[in-house]
């Protein structure tokens, strides 16, 4: 079956601590998204990749990082900078569309939540 | 600046009561709007792309609609496996924008 794979599922880190959560597709989609989800807030953009060893900043980076090394892996790392980490971590990816007004969809993991004890 | 808006924040329905949540937005070049529906403690599931204004799609009883200013998605007798988060988003370039979606619950 063509997915995304988001582990662990759940996920516990001390203060201090680096995390990384692991997102995988076999969709062969190019662009790769890592976003936030705090209750009432909606989703935010924490970084994206649109291809293989390049991505870009979203609206709250700082405090992660990311790699793109492979088309089908984008894992997202929480340093100990990241001073608010407990949230709910959502990897999506979708196809680059070469149409100039038609975007396409994106399809999402079922997620990771991390909290910090 | 590209922006989404849901309403209402929540609703409450009784099973079979017919209701549409909206979602408004303001973008600089539309290149799709996405409805998703999100179960607690799950990723969000696509339901629906609309790209130009008049374009609408069904699924079950489910049916999303597109102006040039926002999109409406029509909940047609409702049943409580629909109770849910319905999110939208745009995407004018390579970003993704979400609303920070409708909570819907739907009583037997």
């Known amino acids: 079956d063509g997915g995304i794979t988001q582990s662990p599922k759940y996920l516990f880190r001390k203060e201090g601590q680096n995390v990384t959560l692991s997102c995988e597709q076999n969709l062969n989609h190019d662009a790769m998204y890592w976003y936030r989800q705090d209750p009432g807030q909606g989703l935010r953009l924490i970084y994206y990749s649109q291809i293989v060893n390049d991505f870009q900043k979203g609206d709250i980076a700082e405090g992660y990082s990311v790699s793109r090394e492979k088309k089908e892996s984008f894992p997202l790392t929480v340093t100990s900078a990241q001073k608010n980490p407990t949230a709910f971590y959502l990897c999506a990816s979708s196809a680059n569309s070469f149409l100039r007004d038609r975007g396409t969809e994106a399809f999402f993991g079922q997620g990771t939540r991390l909290t910090v004890v | 600046e590209d922006q989404v808006t849901q309403s209402p924040e929540a609703l409450r329905l009784q099973e079979g009561e017919s209701s549409s949540l909206n979602c408004s937005y303001t973008v600089s070049g539309l290149r799709g709007l996405f409805w998703y529906r999100q179960d607690p403690g799950k990723g969000p599931e696509f339901l629906f792309t609309?790209?130009?204004a008049g374009e609408e799609k069904e699924k079950e009883r489910l049916k999303a609609t597109l102006t040039k200013k926002e999109s409406f998605l029509h909940i047609t007798a409702p049943k409580p496996e629909d109770s849910a988060t319905y999110l939208c988003a745009v995407r004018p370039g390579n970003q993704f924008y979400f609303g920070t979606g409708t909570s819907l619950t739907v009583i037997p």
């Open positions: 609309l790209y130009s």
